[in-house]
């Protein structure tokens, strides 16, 4: 679509992901919307591998070899990495909350999903995902590693 290729080169492609709710909000429901990560799953199980919401899963997909970043002519695989992005974070703060001590999501103002640290601190799980799909840095089992120190 024209309109569609005249957009994204202005604009670039879509990043990040926003939830909105009402005040007072199921938290169990909220969490289990963002631990859905659908493209993510379908992808490594390509490779055999069913996340489990472990942190040895975000060893797992750390190991991964990353074939999206392998082609940048693949137009299909290119228009998919920000979703890919956008599902590597919530999988990364799903296994967050599920398994470090205090840990639960939040949503900004602007609908952005973040994980609160028992410190208080807030981890933009989001763009980690999309670091760790453009790059393959930081790793996701490291950026898990050093949220559960804290």
């Known amino acids: 679509m024209n309109f569609l290729d005249t ?8 990043r990040g992901f ?8 199921d938290q169990e429901g909220i969490a289990e919307l963002l631990s859905e990560c659908e493209l993510l799953r379908a992808r490594v199980k390509q490779y ?11 060893e797992a997909l750390d190991q991964l070899p990353p074939r999206w970043r392998d082609d940048p002519d693949d137009l299909e ?19 967050v909350v599920r398994t470090v001590p205090g840990a639960h999501w939040h949503l900004w103002p602007n609908g952005q999903p973040v994980v609160v ?6 981890l933009d799980v989001v763009k980690a995902g ?3 799909v453009a790059t393959g840095a930081p790793e996701l089992s490291q950026v898990y590693a050093e949220a559960s120190e804290l």
């Open 18 to 25: 926003a939830v909105y709710a009402a005040d007072g909000a």
């Open 48 to 58: 055999g591998l069913e996340l489990d919401d472990s942190p040895a899963s975000l």
């Open 7 to 14: 957009w994204r080169k202005r604009h670039g492609t879509a």
């Open 77 to 95: 695989g290119r228009e998919e990495l920000p979703w890919l992005g956008n599902d590597a974070g919530l999988y990364l703060g799903t296994v």
């Open 130 to 132: 999309h670091d760790w």
């Open 117 to 122: 640290l028992a410190s208080g601190r807030d």
